[in-house]
Nanobody, 116 residues
Framework: QVQLVESGGGLVQPGGSLRLSCAAF????????MSWYRQAPGKERDLVAY????????NYDDSVKERFTISRDNAKNTQYLQMTSLKPEDTAVYYC?????????WGQGTQVIVSS
């Protein structure tokens, strides 16, 4: 059974850091491009960052460049999102996404709240 399980969300003060993880089950992780999306209340789900299956190519939304880092460990079937210098506008539910071989999988999301 395909599953993407996010963890690591929570409440953090502005300027703080969080590390999100996404563990993948039920498919060949190294064949899939992995992404993080986020959705704030009342807004659309937007792409935050992407990492290619095996050669480490990454892309970021302009709003998170220089602050967020996406990475993956194919041996552990896990991807990560290191978030630093967090801002209140980063508050959202963060979703893990796997796309490849005609498939598109989503996790259940993890809440990130940036507030003092």
């Amino acid at each position: 059974q395909v599953q993407l399980v996010e963890s690591g969300g929570g409440l953090v003060q502005p300027g703080g850091s969080l590390r999100l993880s996404c563990a993948a089950f039920g498919f060949t992780f190294s064949n899939y491009g992995m992404s993080w999306y986020r959705q704030a209340p009342g807004k659309e789900r937007d792409l935050v960052a992407y990492i290619s299956p095996t050669n480490g190519i990454t892309n970021y939304d302009d709003s998170v460049k220089e602050r967020f880092t996406i990475s993956r460990d194919n041996a552990k079937n896990t991807q990560y999102l290191q978030m630093t210098s967090l801002k209140p506008e980063d508050t959202a539910v963060y979703y893990c996404n796997a796309r490849g071989l005609g498939n598109n999988y989503w996790g259940q999301g993890t809440q990130v709240i940036v507030s003092s």
